[in-house]
């Protein structure tokens, strides 16, 4: 089992990137993908998830109406179009995956141990 970001990279403020994750070895069908980030020197705070369908997609409050989650509905890749680009968007990018839906919304903090699939995560400056 494997996910494996790709995308990230230096842009300035209100830039745009789009990070991609591909799995392997594992059906993303049952569930809910995640991005999770972390800034230098702090934990990990959650980004936003899609259901097992694709018909929700949940944002934390810092990225609600910049960051749109989506991913392939056939294969096994999961996107982050992010927009509007600030520099506390600065931050090492992972993709995740779990059974269950750990955040829906707000200021939300998870731990790796909150999901089956971790990938290995992509760095993301924003700066000018």
């Known amino acids: 089992v494997q996910l494996v970001e790709s995308g990230g990279g230096l842009v300035q403020p209100g830039g745009s990137l789009t990070l991609s994750c591909a799995g392997s070895?594992?059906?993303?069908?049952?569930?809910?993908m995640s991005w999770v980030r972390q800034a230098p020197g702090k934990g990990l705070e959650w980004v936003s998830s899609i259901s097992p369908g694709g018909a929700s997609r949940y944002y934390g409050t810092s990225v609600a109406g910049r960051f749109t989650i989506s991913k392939t509905s056939a294969g096994n890749t999961l996107y982050l179009q992010m927009n509007s680009l600030k520099p506390e968007d600065t931050a090492v990018y992972y993709c995740?995956?779990?059974?269950?839906?750990?955040?829906?919304?707000?200021?939300?903090?998870?731990?790796?141990?909150?999901?089956?699939?971790w990938g290995q995560g992509t760095q993301v400056t924003v700066s000018s």
């Open positions: 995740a995956a779990d059974r269950r839906l750990r955040c829906d919304g707000g200021y939300c903090t998870v731990l790796r141990s909150d999901f089956n699939y």
């Open positions: 070895g594992f059906t993303f069908r049952p569930y809910y």
